[in-house]
Every structure is written in structure tokens, then in C-alpha cells.
């Protein structure tokens, strides 16, 4: 397929998404909305060809009901730290341990409520030419603090599909532009803290990323999350931004070592 078509059928794929997301929205009835910026770092680092870490920092702002702009409330900041293990070169299984810390934010109808997360989750790649299709699935301890000072415990289980095609190559490599396409529902059990409902949100992603080199690469997406809500159902449209450094420490302690070669410096006379 020429390389203008592939751009072309992808550019369709993502506007069908939209479309959807469009139209489901007017479905909801009455909701807020808020505009939010979602940022991450991502540091990895390979440890073998079976396992790897990473630690993800993370920092969420919120825009009002009165207020569009995605910046007016800092609303979470947090960290997480991953295990890696590679079964096979399609199945990838996963743990984390985390912290959140959630701001008291009165204008969205949040409280502050520091929480630790614990998860397991597996990834199955479909491996295909000219684009990769990835199946998610995790299950979530949140042990968060509710609105009486007390803790609770919630169990979450959240199933993703994600869409990811190259758009000037056929393959990932340094330069390459490709586009990200997801879907992830979310369900959960009933708490004071994180409402009745079974349901817990249903969140779209559709972006693109930018490789600059084997180790660092940037996603931008628009993130389309629906929240419903006891008090009342939300709608979040967010700008997230994603910056992943894969053996940040590795690379650089190989470039230093390189520029003070013992070999390459002379004796003094």
C-alpha cells in the first residue's frame, strides 16, 4: 500500500473514533465538563531479555465548571514504580505500587484523598504488518481515603484496546510519526469514596507519538473520559502529553565513559 494511502486510511479510522465519542457524549444527558492536562514521565531500564522497570511521575491539572482552562487547578500528582516480566514475545505481565496524591479540589467536587494503588496486569500484542493491536487487562487495590478520614478499599478492573500504526515508515524506528488510537472501560466496586455505581468511566485516547531515537520517544493525545457519578455525571476532554526515556542512566554513563577514555588521555610530560 502506498505509503499516502496507509496515512490517509488511518487519518478515517481516527475520525470514526471521534465521531463516536461526538455522539456518545450527546447520549449522556446532563453532564459537567471539565478541560484537563495530563502529563507523564516515563523512565525504563531493560535489566535482562526477560525483565524490565520503570518508574512513571505523573501531574494532572483541571479547568472549573465556570473556567475552560485546563491548567486553573493543580488535582494530582503522583508516582508509580513497575516489574516487567516477558512470557513470550506476545504476552507481557505486569505489577506496580504506587501513590497518589489527590488535591482538595472543591471546584470539581474533589476532595483531597491521598491514595496507594497496587496492580497486576497482563498485555497481549497481536503483532501485524504495518500496525500493532494491543489488548489490556489490569486489576487495581486503591486504598484511598474517603471524606470521614477513614480508608477504604476498591477493587478496580480495567480492560483496554489499543490501536498503533507508523505513519512515514512500516516500522517503529528513529523518526517515525505514528498514530495511537484506545479504549479503556473501567469497573469497580461500590465505596463511599468512589461512589455505588459498577461502572466507573469509560476513557478514548487518540493521538500520535514521535521516536526521536531507540530511547525517547513523545505521545500526545486527546483523552475523552466519561465518569457517571452519584451526584451527578462528568465529562472530561484532556490534552495528555507522555515523555518516555528507555535506560536514560545506561545511555549516558556509556557516553561519559566514552569522553574520559583512559585511552585517549595523554600523560603529563
Known amino acids: 500500500m502506498h505509503p499516502y494511502s496507509r496515512i490517509n486510511l488511518s487519518i478515517k479510522r481516527i475520525l470514526t473514533l471521534v465521531s463516536i465519542t461526538v455522539l456518545s457524549s450527546f447520549c449522556y444527558g446532563q453532564n459537567t465538563t471539565y478541560n484537563q492536562s495530563w502529563n507523564e514521565i516515563q523512565f525504563t531500564r531493560t535489566l535482562n531479555e526477560k525483565w524490565s522497570t520503570e518508574l512513571d511521575l505523573a501531574n ?11 491548567f486553573e487547578n493543580n488535582v494530582q500528582r503522583s508516582f508509580r514504580l513497575w516489574g516487567n516480566y516477558y512470557l513470550t514475545p506476545r504476552w507481557k505481565t505486569s505489577a506496580f505500587a504506587a501513590y497518589y496524591d489527590n488535591k482538595d479540589v472543591p471546584e470539581i467536587g474533589q476532595f483531597k484523598s491521598p491514595e496507594w494503588r497496587f496492580a497486576l496486569q497482563g498485555t497481549y500484542y497481536f503483532h501485524k504488518t504495518g500496525y500493532s493491536l494491543s489488548t489490556r487487562s489490569r486489576l487495581e487495590l486503591r486504598h484511598i481515603r474517603n471524606e470521614d478520614q477513614d480508608y477504604e478499599n476498591v477493587l478496580r478492573y480495567r480492560q483496554q484496546i ?9 516500522v517503529l524506528r528513529k523518526g517515525v510519526i505514528y498514530a495511537i488510537a484506545s479504549d479503556e ?10 461512589g455505588e455505581s459498577f461502572f466507573d468511566r469509560n476513557r478514548l485516547n487518540i493521538g500520535a507519538g514521535y521516536l526521536f531515537g531507540d530511547d525517547i520517544q513523545l505521545e500526545i493525545t486527546y483523552a475523552n473520559e466519561y465518569l457517571p457519578r452519584n451526584n451527578g455525571n462528568q465529562t472530561v476532554n484532556a490534552l495528555s502529553m507522555t515523555i518516555t526515556f528507555n535506560n536514560l542512566y545506561k545511555n549516558v554513563s556509556k557516553k561519559l565513559s566514552h569522553k574520559i577514555d583512559p585511552a585517549t588521555i595523554k600523560e603529563e610530560e
Open 60 to 70: 494532572s491539572y483541571s479547568g472549573t465548571e465556570s473556567s475552560s482552562n485546563p
Open 162 to 170: 489499543k490501536y498503533l500504526q507508523p505513519l512515514n515508515s512500516k
Open 185 to 194: 472501560i473501567f469497573f469497580k466496586s461500590g465505596t463511599k469514596v468512589t
